[in-house]
């Protein structure tokens, strides 16, 4: 306590040599930083930037590609200088009430549309650190307009400069930042060796598949040398396809259930964040519902994936780990039975490419289209030996996943605790 009897501000975890320190306070970001407004008057800086939710501040060519903002008309851009931080209104899962983020990668500019700001001191990225937590977000949605856009904050120039920032003496400051840069380095290690895991499974289906036009892969296992070609034909003589459902509102919302109800959201999700194993979902039905729907349920170790929309071209595969079902815009594949191993249909599908299948100005396929594309297939038994060397690698990359994934967590957790709450402050 101080002085007046009220709760002194301190984070709920602190370094011990800062413990008999003074408490934090908040201040206005305006007061801490100022807003940079300088625009590329002459046009003469052309590299334009972008600030992603997920990346950061980033090359605009890299994030989409090419180029979105005309060349010739740069000349209202803010300038971006290295170590300035970029606020985007724009809204996401991953950034609520829009990113704020450190420029890391060099001079740039950014539309107008950006708030750019800079502390003194570039150096430190405490701040960096900070605005990756969720502690202002409240502020921000207070401070922000009712009548905003619903992709879009809407907060003035004043509001978001009178954002409260927590405030200690420098060096405590640093150690923080110190500690959470650590931690952050950590992770891009072992981002790099999931992506060496990725990059190993790519190239060794490649050569564990026969390539396009050819019959024999160029790495085969010692005890099937011998045994021939592999067999072309239509993926209906391989898998069933199978089909979704509609799902009505009215069933929707529930968060157990015997049954998990597969949207392509879930599909995605399970390809981002679990290495393709799909077992759970947003949605959940039971048997009453099955009958309602006349549904059958896809069984455990379906291949399911987007059958319509631009989902469909990300060519993204989810292996089925629990009987689910899965909703109209999605399908299924399923070995048949003493013809193909479930493992390497999964494996199959993700050789196939269903840009090349599909067409109208919205991307589909159906059962048909899907039925009759020609496959290179082995004998059961390989199948089964390529399912069985690859599905461990997989176990890898997932393994490697989870342990990121763990990190994240107790980096989050972390910030959690080593950040004063806004609403702790005294009144």
Same mark, same amino acid.
């Given at each position: 306590?101080d002085?007046?009897?009220?709760?002194?501000?301190?984070?709920?975890?602190?370094?011990?040599?800062?413990?008999e320190?003074?408490?934090?306070?908040?201040?206005?970001?305006?007061?801490?930083?100022?807003?940079?407004?300088?625009?590329n008057?002459?046009?003469?800086?052309?590299?334009?930037?972008?600030?992603?939710?997920?990346?950061g501040?980033?090359? +605009?060519?890299?994030?989409?590609?090419?180029?979105?903002?005309? +060349?010739?008309?740069?000349?209202?851009?803010?300038?971006?200088?290295?170590?300035?931080?970029?606020?985007?209104?724009?809204?996401?899962v991953?950034?609520?009430?829009?990113?704020?983020?450190?420029?890391?990668?060099?001079?740039?500019?950014?539309?107008?549309?950006?708030?750019?700001?800079?502390?003194?001191?570039?150096?430190?990225?405490?701040?960096?650190?900070?605005?990756?937590?969720?502690?202002?977000?409240?502020?921000?949605?207070?401070?922000?307009?009712?009548?905003?856009?619903?992709?879009?904050?809407?907060?003035?120039?004043?509001?978001?400069?009178a954002?409260?920032?927590?405030?200690?003496?420098?060096?405590? +400051?640093?150690?923080?930042?110190?500690?959470?840069?650590s931690?952050?380095?950590v992770?891009?290690?072992?981002?790099?060796?999931?992506?060496?895991?990725?990059?190993?499974?790519?190239?060794?289906?490649?050569?564990?598949?026969?390539?396009?036009?050819?019959?024999?892969?160029?790495?085969?296992?010692?005890?099937?040398?011998?045994?021939?070609?592999?067999?072309?034909?239509?993926?209906?003589?391989?898998?069933?396809?199978?089909?979704?459902?509609?799902?009505?509102?009215?069933?929707?919302?529930?968060?157990e259930?015997?049954?998990?109800?597969?949207?392509?959201?879930?599909?995605?999700?399970?390809?981002?964040?679990?290495?393709?194993?799909?077992?759970?979902?947003t949605?959940?039905?039971?048997?009453?519902?099955?009958?309602?729907?006349?549904?059958?349920?896809?069984?455990?170790?379906?291949?399911?994936?987007?059958?319509i929309?631009?989902?469909?071209?990300?060519?993204?595969?989810?292996?089925?780990?629990?009987?689910?079902?899965?909703?109209?815009?999605?399908?299924?594949?399923?070995?048949?039975?003493?013809?193909?191993?479930?493992?390497?249909?999964?494996?199959?599908?993700?050789l196939i490419?269903?840009?090349?299948?599909?067409?109208?100005?919205?991307?589909?396929?159906?059962?048909?289209?899907?039925?009759?594309?020609?496959?290179v297939?082995?004998?059961?038994?390989?199948?089964?030996r390529?399912?069985?060397?690859?599905?461990?690698?997989?176990?890898?990359?997932?393994?490697?996943?989870?342990?990121?994934d763990?990190?994240?967590?107790?980096?989050?957790?972390?910030?959690?605790q080593?950040?004063?709450?806004?609403?702790?402050?005294?009144?």
């Amino acid at each position: 306590m101080d002085k007046q009897g009220k709760k002194a501000l301190v984070p709920r975890l602190r370094f011990p040599e800062f413990c008999e320190d003074r408490p934090w306070s908040f201040q206005p970001l305006g007061k801490l930083a100022r807003r940079s407004t300088k625009k590329n008057a002459d046009g003469d800086i052309t590299r334009v930037l972008t600030n992603s939710a997920e990346y950061g501040v980033i090359d +605009q060519r890299d994030f989409f590609d090419k180029d979105i903002a005309n +060349q010739g008309n740069l000349e209202g851009y803010y300038i971006v200088e290295m170590g300035d931080y970029v606020y985007n209104p724009r809204v996401s899962v991953r950034a609520p009430v829009g990113p704020i983020s450190k420029n890391r990668i060099g001079l740039g500019v950014m539309s107008p549309l950006y708030t750019v700001f800079r502390f003194g001191d570039k150096q430190n990225d405490f701040y960096a650190h900070y605005f990756k937590s969720t502690h202002w977000h409240h502020y921000m949605r207070q401070a922000s307009s009712t009548g905003a856009r619903h992709d879009r904050m809407s907060i003035t120039n004043d509001d978001f400069m009178a954002l409260p920032l927590p405030v200690s003496k420098p060096e405590e +400051q640093q150690k923080i930042a110190d500690c959470l840069t650590s931690l952050d380095e950590v992770i891009a290690a072992e981002n790099q060796k999931l992506d060496t895991l990725k990059t190993y499974k790519k190239g060794l289906m490649q050569q564990l598949f026969p390539r396009e036009g050819e019959t024999v892969p160029r790495l085969r296992f010692p005890e099937f040398r011998e045994t021939g070609e592999w067999c072309e034909k239509p993926l209906s003589k391989v898998c069933n396809v199978l089909q979704g459902y509609g799902f009505p509102e009215v069933l929707q919302g529930k968060s157990e259930g015997k049954y998990p109800f597969c949207k392509v959201s879930d599909i995605s999700r399970a390809v981002a964040e679990k290495g393709g194993v799909l077992d759970e979902a947003t949605n959940y039905v039971g048997d009453d519902e099955l009958l309602k729907l006349k549904a059958k349920p896809v069984p455990k170790g379906a291949t399911v994936f987007a059958k319509i929309g631009e989902a469909l071209r990300l060519n993204r595969r989810a292996y089925v780990q629990k009987a689910c079902l899965i909703d109209n815009n999605a399908t299924g594949l399923k070995a048949i039975d003493g013809i193909a191993d479930d493992y390497f249909v999964y494996l199959l599908s993700q050789l196939i490419d269903l840009n090349r299948h599909c067409g109208g100005a919205v991307p589909s396929v159906n059962k048909t289209t899907l039925e009759e594309i020609e496959v290179v297939v082995p004998g059961l038994d390989e199948q089964k030996r390529i399912a069985e060397n690859l599905s461990s690698l997989d176990d890898l990359i997932t393994t490697q996943s989870q342990k990121i994934d763990a990190l994240k967590n107790h980096k989050k957790g972390l910030m959690q605790q080593l950040f004063p709450v806004l609403d702790e402050v005294p009144a």
